[in-house]
């Protein structure tokens, strides 16, 4: 995975701080790992890549859950996980990912939205934030795949579009729905991020559970919590 970007300073200072992990590049660099003349330098991510989510998710979870498990009543802790729900302050984003005919990259970029390689030989594009009704996020895809310093893609061969719940601040909520303890956790609001959220706020949650040193410190963990949105303390009761 390439991340580009024109702040050079800001990739030497990322690449610094994560040795091994990422390692900045100028322009020259860059279009090396590419495979093409890139207009920018970037930050090599070795480590990540593209993910299929279905094998992803049946190599995290195995065994399906028991079909007689402990009802929400029952349950000790409950988390509520929703896509979308009334009273959480969620709203609804739209987005498109292309999927085009032309020269892909050799390896995943990303800046302004991402362009990746498809097992096909092709390319796939994204993702728009779209209104209801837009008919041109194929064409701003394609405007995408020219602006990460590839050829202008044939047409569009199909799409993927669906909807990102996020919050008015573009944050998750983890957290207590209320004040009190005995009110449901909350585990929502990803938005296009939820690869990377997900692993926090997982490690969040188990860390608070078991009473193990916590995984962000108090300020940001405030960022998080969901009563600092007036929807969910109006739901709460607060």
Do not use: K, M
Request: proline share 11%; glycine share 14%.
């Amino acid at each position: 995975h390439l991340a580009l970007g024109r702040d050079a300073g800001g990739r030497a200072a990322v690449a610094g701080h994560f040795p091994g992990t990422a390692t900045a590049g100028d322009a020259r660099d860059a279009g090396d790992r590419a495979g093409l003349p890139l207009p920018v330098g970037g930050l090599l991510l070795p480590g990540a890549g593209r993910a299929h989510l279905p094998t992803l998710c049946r190599a995290l979870w195995p065994t399906p859950p028991a079909p007689h498990g402990p009802r929400p009543a029952q349950a000790r802790v409950v988390i509520a996980a929703p896509a979308a729900a009334t009273g959480l302050g969620l709203r609804p984003g739209p987005g498109t990912v292309t999927l085009f005919a032309g020269t892909p990259p050799a390896i995943a970029l990303s800046g302004d939205g991402y362009v990746l390689p498809t097992d096909d030989g092709g390319l796939a594009a994204g993702g728009t934030y779209d209104r209801y009704g837009d008919s041109d996020a194929d064409a701003r895809n394609a405007r995408r795949v020219v602006a990460h310093g590839l050829p202008a893609p044939g047409q569009a061969r199909g799409r993927f579009q669906g909807l990102r719940w996020t919050t008015a601040d573009r944050l998750p909520l983890v957290g207590h729905s209320g004040d009190a303890d005995t009110t449901p956790w909350l585990c929502t609001g990803f938005a296009s991020s939820g690869l990377s959220w997900a692993w926090l706020a997982a490690e969040v949650i188990a860390s608070e559970w078991c009473g193990e040193p916590p995984a962000l410190s108090p300020t940001l963990r405030a960022h998080l919590l969901p009563a600092r949105l007036p929807e969910v303390r109006r739901t709460s009761g607060r």
